[in-house]
């Protein structure tokens, strides 16, 4: 009984889950887009935050369906962009490039030449 349990909410969440999963994202295409669709105005050029009303999207924990769940289904200010307006390819390359403003650690001062002195 339990293990039919388990098997179905696996099954349920597979179908809600978007097709993100089989679309690999371009962190490259994604900059690009995030750049063009003009994201940097309120999440900052690096995903840094500070611009008109994004947050930091910088930082390490932020799971490839909660920003597609953003995206789509946006909390706050945020416009949402539904298939239509961004394809799931489109989206799945987003989420790379801000998967990848995490996988750099920021630098240290010392690693900064002109601050090290």
């Known amino acids: 009984m339990r293990t039919s349990l388990i098997i179905s909410a696996l099954a349920a969440f597979a179908l809600a889950a978007p097709a993100l999963a089989q679309t690999a994202g371009d962190a490259t295409r994604g900059k690009q887009i ?22 930091k999207l910088a930082h390490d924990g932020l799971a490839p369906e909660a920003i597609l769940q953003q995206i789509r289904h946006p909390q706050a200010q945020m416009p949402a962009y539904s298939e239509q307006i961004l394809p799931a390819q489109d989206a799945a390359d987003i989420i790379a490039y801000i998967q990848s403003l995490s996988a ?14």
């Open 104 to 117: 750099t650690p920021a630098p240290k001062p010392a690693d900064i030449p002109i601050l090290s002195h």
């Open 34 to 55: 995030f750049m063009a669709d003009a994201c940097y105005t309120c999440h900052g050029t690096t995903g840094a935050g500070g611009g008109f009303a994004g947050p």
